[in-house]
T-cell receptor
Framework: DTGVSQDPRHKITKRGQNVTFRCDPI?????LYWYRQTLGQGPEFLTY????????KSRLLSDRFSAERPKGSFSTLEIQRTEQGDSAMYLC????????????FGPGTRLTVT | TQLLEQSPQFLSIQEGENLTVYCNSS?????LQWYRQEPGEGPVLLVT?????EVKKLKRLTFQFGDARKDSSLHITAAQPGDTGLYLC??????????FGQGTRLTINP
C-alpha cells in the first residue's frame, strides 16, 4: 500500500532559476491537489486536478507557476524565475471519488531560494 | 484569507494533563478533517467528521464536529510526549480544496 510520494524532498536553488517538482498520488485516486505551506502557517491551496483536467487554480498561483497532470497519474509543478518569496514547503495530496473526499498528503518538497 | 481559526496557537503542558484544541469558522463545511504534522513532513490524517454533532474517538483523542458544521474540537486525555506536534484542522466542501487553520503547536513535557 503506497502512499503519496514527492520528489525531490529538498531543493535549493538560486533566485531566477526554474524548478520542477513531481508528485505521485495513491494509485486509485483520481483527484490530486497542490498546496504551499510557509513557516508557522497551515497549508494554502494552489491547484487541483480531477484526472488530467485542472479544475481550479488559486490566485496564489501566479503566471510563473504551472502544474500539469498529463495522463491523469503523476503531476508536476514548475516554478519559473524563482523568487525568495517562493521558499516554502510544497505539498501534494490525493483523494478518491465518493465518501468524505479525505485528502492524503505526501511528505512535501522543501524549496529554498537563495 | 484564513476562514478557520484555531486556538490556542501554542500549548505546552505536562505529561498526563488533558487539553482541548478548538477550530472555529463562520462558514459551513461538509467535512472537517484533523491532521498532525511533524517537522519537515507532510500532514497525516487523523480523522474526518461529516455530520453535525458527530463525535469520533481515536484512543485518547476525541474529535467533535459542531451541530452547525462550523466548528470542531480535539480533546486529548492524559497527554503523552508522543502527542507533541502541529495539529491542523481543515474544512472541506465536497471534492474541493481544503481550507486549513493556522495550526496548534502542542508540546507535552515529560
Amino acid at each position: 500500500d503506497t502512499g503519496v510520494s514527492q520528489d525531490p524532498r529538498h531543493k535549493i536553488t538560486k533566485r531566477g532559476q526554474n524548478v520542477t517538482f513531481r508528485c505521485d498520488p495513491i494509485s486509485e485516486h483520481n483527484r490530486l491537489y497542490w498546496y504551499r505551506q510557509t513557516l508557522g502557517q497551515g497549508p494554502e491551496f494552489l491547484t487541483y486536478f480531477q484526472n488530467e483536467a485542472q479544475l481550479e487554480k488559486s490566485r496564489l498561483l501566479s503566471d510563473r507557476f504551472s502544474a500539469e497532470r498529463p495522463k491523469g497519474s503523476f503531476s508536476t509543478l514548475e516554478i519559473q524565475r524563482t523568487e525568495q518569496g517562493d521558499s516554502a514547503m510544497y505539498l501534494c495530496a490525493s483523494s478518491s471519488t465518493g465518501g468524505a473526499y479525505e485528502q492524503y498528503f505526501g511528505p512535501g518538497t522543501r524549496l529554498t531560494v537563495t | 484569507t484564513q476562514l478557520l481559526e484555531q486556538s490556542p496557537q501554542f500549548l505546552s503542558i505536562q505529561e498526563g494533563e488533558n487539553l482541548t484544541v478548538y477550530c472555529n469558522s463562520s462558514s459551513v463545511f461538509s467535512s472537517l478533517q484533523w491532521y498532525r504534522q511533524e517537522p519537515g513532513e507532510g500532514p497525516v490524517l487523523l480523522v474526518t467528521v461529516v455530520t453535525g454533532g458527530e463525535v469520533k474517538k481515536l484512543k485518547r483523542l476525541t474529535f467533535q464536529f459542531g451541530d452547525a458544521r462550523k466548528d470542531s474540537s480535539l480533546h486529548i486525555t492524559a497527554a503523552q510526549p508522543g502527542d507533541t506536534g502541529l495539529y491542523l484542522c481543515a474544512g472541506g466542501r465536497g471534492a474541493q480544496k481544503l481550507v486549513f487553520g493556522q495550526g496548534t503547536r502542542l508540546t507535552i513535557n515529560p
